[in-house]
C-alpha cells in the first residue's frame, strides 16, 4: 500500500503513476526504494486528491501513462518520463543519459505504448 500522497514541492521532481496497476506499482517500488528517491515526490494519482496534480494534468490523463514534472515545472509523460526519472536517480542517471536521444527514445515511446495496451489486462477497475 502505497504512503498518503503529499503535495509535490516545486523544488524536486515528481513522479506521477497509476497505483491501481499492480505492475506500475510493483515497478515504482523497485524506484521509491532506492537510494536517492527521497529526491523526488512519488504521487499515486489512483488515491491523490486532484489538487496534488498541477493544473495542466487531469486525473484521466494521469492514469493513461506514467508523468513525471522536473522541478523547473516542465511536464513529460511515457519514455521521457521514464527517462527523466532515471536521470533524477543516482542508480539509473547513466541509463537515462545512455538513452536520452531522439531515436532511442521515439523506440522506447513505442515500446511503452505496447506495455500500455497490455496494461488494461492489469490495472483495477476504478
Not at 494534468?57 to 527517462?83: D, K, M, Y
Request: glycine share 6%; charged share 20%.
Amino acid at each position: 500500500m502505497s504512503p498518503a500522497p503529499i503535495a509535490a514541492p516545486a523544488d524536486r521532481p515528481t513522479v506521477y503513476f497509476d497505483g491501481a496497476c499492480p505492475v506500475c506499482t510493483r515497478e515504482i517500488d523497485l524506484y521509491r526504494r532506492q537510494p536517492g528517491a527521497e529526491r523526488l515526490c512519488w504521487v499515486d494519482v489512483a488515491a491523490c486528491e486532484a489538487g496534488a496534480l498541477g493544473g495542466d494534468l487531469t486525473r484521466p490523463q494521469a492514469l493513461a501513462r506514467l508523468h513525471v514534472r522536473g522541478a523547473n515545472g516542465e511536464l513529460v509523460s511515457g519514455a521521457a518520463a521514464f527517462i527523466a526519472m532515471w536521470a533524477a536517480l543516482p542508480r539509473t542517471a547513466w541509463l537515462a543519459r545512455l538513452l536520452d536521444h531522439r531515436p532511442v527514445v521515439w523506440l522506447l515511446e513505442a515500446a511503452y505504448c505496447s506495455f500500455l495496451h497490455l496494461r488494461r489486462l492489469w490495472r483495477k477497475p476504478a
